[in-house]
């Protein structure tokens, strides 16, 4: 295996972390049989504040800031305002009834306004780039296992090079496809979004695990945001940096055919195609072809999926589809 060829690799896995990070909270989103197209407003308000966070705690630490709750600082951040934006979206959803692609947009538009309000502030504030410390970087973005594995001759660096946040995300993934799969909660959920006057008439209350389910999904989301920020960005804000990862993370929920296992093999694949313009470059072919090849493959896929006609291959039922318990 060239060289080349191993840094194709391991840049495929790590512009496809933050599309992990935003698939994976769509995917548990949608399993509750809510649509929530607002995924790029969410990872903008993550990618944000999940900046400012450890930006105004390093300000106020100086040299004595700690890389360990700098990264922490940032989760936090990130999270919960992605929490908020969705739990705006599932009021309006869930109690209110809105629609749900409507109110989606709204959301990528409000979301994508309150991030970049939010970090030209800051950056406004600070007189220039709005950053964090190179110590505090380094937390971020540099390897997190020892280099004795990182110098394992082929498969090191391809499996041990990486960052918190790769590792982190694959057990999310391994943790939530477990959830779905073999607790009684996650086999609920999935009824909900499945039928949910059927999960209903079984006792199963659809408003509780809608609203859990797309919040914390929506925080999930976000923290892809905040992943692609401090990490592919270089931990300093660009208020077009984030332009269309939502959009390939709803886009790679139904290249995955919603399940959060395909995630970690479908990340990469896109993170490749996202890149690989500036590592296999074509003269003739425009930059623009390659960044439309994800929706490319995702089209094809649903063609797949159609003809095959399987069940198990199609989103949930009741997915956008809000429940009025009176119609049951």
């Known amino acids: 295996m060239s060289v080349s060829l191993i840094g194709l690799i391991k840049a495929a896995i790590l512009n496809g972390t933050p599309l992990l990070f935003g698939t994976?909270?769509?995917?548990?989103?949608?399993?509750?049989?809510?649509?929530?197209?607002?995924?790029?407003?969410?990872?903008?308000?993550?990618?944000?504040?999940?900046?400012?966070?450890?930006?105004?705690?390093?300000?106020?630490?100086?040299?004595?800031?700690?890389?360990?709750?700098?990264?922490?600082?940032a989760l936090i951040c990130s999270f919960g305002v992605g929490c908020l934006g969705?739990?705006?979206?599932?009021?309006?959803t869930i109690t209110l009834r809105a629609n749900q692609n409507v109110t989606g947009l709204a959301l990528t538009i409000f979301g994508t306004g309150v991030g970049q309000f939010a970090g030209e502030l800051m950056r406004i504030r600070v007189g220039g780039n709005v950053t964090v410390s190179n110590a505090l970087k380094s937390a971020f973005a540099d390897p997190i296992l020892p280099e004795a594995l990182r110098k394992i001759p082929v498969i090191g660096e391809i499996i041990f090079g990486y960052n918190l946040f790769v590792y982190l995300g694959v057990i999310m993934v391994i943790v939530m496809a477990y959830f779905m799969k073999r607790t009684r909660p996650g086999?609920?959920?999935?009824?909900?979004?499945?039928?949910?006057?059927?999960?209903?008439?079984?006792?199963?209350?659809?408003?509780?695990?809608?609203?859990?389910?797309?919040?914390?999904?929506?925080?999930i989301s976000a923290v892809g945001g905040m992943v692609y920020t401090m990490t592919i960005a270089g931990s300093v804000w660009n208020h077009q940096g984030l332009s269309g990862e939502g959009w390939v993370a709803v886009a790679l929920v139904i290249?995955?055919?919603?399940?959060?296992?395909?995630?970690?093999?479908?990340?990469?694949?896109f993170g490749g195609l996202l890149i690989l313009y500036l590592r296999l470059p074509i003269p003739f072919l425009p930059t623009q072809i390659y960044k439309v090849v994800p929706y490319i493959a995702t089209a094809l896929v649903l063609i797949f999926v159609s003809l095959r006609q399987r069940r198990e291959d199609q989103p949930p039922a009741g997915l956008g589809l809000n429940y009025f318990r009176e119609d049951r």
Do not use: H
């Open 86 to 92: 969705s739990l705006i979206f599932s009021f309006l």
């Open 24 to 73: 994976s909270g769509e995917i548990l989103t949608e399993k509750s049989g809510n649509l929530n197209l607002g995924v790029e407003g969410l990872m903008f308000m993550g990618g944000a504040f999940g900046l400012i966070g450890p930006v105004i705690y390093g300000n106020l630490a100086g040299d004595q800031a700690s890389g360990a709750l700098a990264v922490l600082i």
């Open 255 to 269: 290249f995955c055919l919603w399940r959060p296992i395909n995630t970690l093999w479908g990340s990469a694949l």
């Open 187 to 219: 086999l609920f959920l999935s009824a909900v979004g499945e039928s949910p006057a059927t999960a209903d008439a079984a006792g199963v209350n659809v408003a509780k695990y809608r609203y859990l389910a797309t919040v914390i999904g929506g925080g």
